[in-house]
């Protein structure tokens, strides 16, 4: 396979790698663990993929082109995501009016 193929299959297989694995961290914090164990596997054989070929070659471009989509990857993820984080309030909401407010110094 020419060069050019190659660098294009490495950035796809970069980003959807890191895709996959911001992905994973996702999954594990919504307690998705069919989804997070399907990810993890999907990722490693990737990721030995990647690193098998670029022991045989030693083509330093792969390893370029593999780090761009990596990034591309991350980027996607994190323009998918555009909500500002929640911030926690200051004072506990009460919900109920018989809960009982632990004084400031147990606090």
Request: aromatic fraction near 10%; charge should be positive; charged fraction near 20%.
């Amino acid at each position: 396979m020419s060069l050019l193929p190659t660098m294009i299959l490495y950035l796809s297989v970069g980003c959807g790698e890191w895709y996959l694995a911001l992905r994973r961290t996702l999954a594990c914090a919504r307690g998705e663990k069919t989804l997070l164990v399907c990810i993890v596997f999907v990722e490693n054989l990737l990721g030995l993929w990647v690193l098998s070929n670029f022991i045989r070659t030693n083509n330093w471009f792969l390893a370029f082109s593999y780090s761009a989509g990596a990034a591309a990857g991350a980027l996607i993820v994190a323009m998918k995501d555009d909500k500002a984080p929640r911030q926690v309030p200051a004072e506990p909401r009460i919900d109920r009016p018989d809960a009982v407010i632990a004084p400031t110094s147990i606090r």
